[in-house]
């Protein structure tokens, strides 16, 4: 096809778009200018993507070229994008994998715990099979049973980005890039799908996040999902 | 004076330097390729350091420049001698607080319910009623109480940092800097004062160690500690 097409996650409707990894790259291409268009994929739709070489999205087609993995399409953007940089030098990319790492392993952890029923209530009818037997086969139990709603775990995880964010606006220093991009998708993810407060207002990490919601002309914050 | 000289903690050696911060400096130092010195310093002689503004080190002293934190060091390091940068841009800047907040509340948290009574034992004597009376206002108990030997925390929190380490031979990339040395200078407070085997040889993060051990012809590995 030409010009660029991203394929996300969405749920029981079709603008309900609440893959944090799906998030880290519909901001990357905002904060690269490039124009796009968004193509809603369910869990189950793997042979749509078939092409990809990844049963997973988000997965990008640029013309011709067709990249999975969101690491991989961040790293396809600069490459192919050079301005704007996501990542403006060699330890700046080495280091935002281990953000990413924290992002992934412990932030999506704590938050899958808290919102693991909400995700389910959202999904489309053809996923929520898939959904729940994939989850309760890696978690050794129910989804009812794995979700807590105690914020104690998620509020303490936060110190580490709390503190860094009293430190400066961005993780990635005065303007937002892809540090902010993949731990900003988490917690789009959460609101994407839960009713859950997670965060108080007086807290550094909440204001970075209205920081966050209201770039790009408020994309984030217009997706469909929950106002908390 | 003349030249640079670098105010380091000392326990009850002159030769025993545990500091995790200090150790970031050192080994800063030697990526710059600098001569310098170092002056063994207890916490108590906080008059001696006065001149800094500080009551901690590290502190450094370049001719008539003097700068404590460790973070003001690496940027004082860098915009004065800025061969061999530390960190090489804006964003990895930034996003090297986020590894450093990690790095101090999570990381060098763990390790110190770890390694507390042996730090306490390798303090020089007249430290210790200053180091056990603040550390025990601060965590509202005993040192003793407070000291757990229980690795399963510290090897939970070292997720993020596996993680990285598996994509890549050090946190800053190709080759070490100053990310590096900040996580690595935890590791090197505990080595320098514990017997603990904290980490396993199949560990990703203890083959890291190893190479930071090895670097700048082991400066690491030399120091006065335990080989665990």
Redesign the interface.
């Known amino acids: 096809m030409a010009g660029i097409a991203l394929y996300e996650l969405a749920g029981a409707e079709d603008d309900r778009r609440f893959s944090p990894f799906c998030w880290r790259i519909h901001l990357a291409l905002l904060h690269k200018g490039l124009a796009f268009e968004t193509i809603p994929w369910r869990f189950t739709e793997k042979e749509r993507i078939a092409v990809s070489g990844s049963e997973k999205v988000p997965v990008l087609e640029d013309g011709a070229t067709v990249v999975p993995d969101s690491w991989a399409i961040a790293e396809y953007l600069d490459a192919t994008y050079p301005d704007r940089?996501l990542?403006?030098?060699?330890?700046?990319?080495?280091?935002?994998?281990?953000?990413?790492?924290?992002t992934?392993?412990?932030l999506q952890g704590d938050l899958f715990r808290l919102i693991v029923t909400d995700i389910e209530a959202h999904l489309h009818e053809k996923d929520r099979a898939y959904f729940r037997s994939s989850r309760e086969a890696r978690l050794g139990t129910t989804l009812e049973v794995f979700c807590n709603r105690s914020l104690e775990p998620l509020r303490g995880d936060l110190?580490?980005?709390r503190?860094?964010l009293i430190?400066?606006p961005?993780?990635?220093?005065?303007a937002p890039?892809w540090?902010d991009y993949m731990v900003f998708g988490a917690f789009q993810w959460a609101r994407c799908v839960s009713p859950l407060q997670l965060l108080e207002p007086s807290d550094p990490v909440w204001q970075w996040r209205e920081r966050m919601l209201d770039a790009f002309d408020g994309a984030g914050r217009a997706a469909k999902g929950y106002a908390a």
Chains 1, 2 share one sequence.
Do not use: T
């Open positions: 940089p990542l403006d030098s060699p330890m700046a990319k080495a280091e935002a994998r281990f953000i990413g790492a924290w992934e392993r412990v110190g580490p980005l503190h860094s430190a400066q961005f993780l990635s220093g005065a890039a540090a």
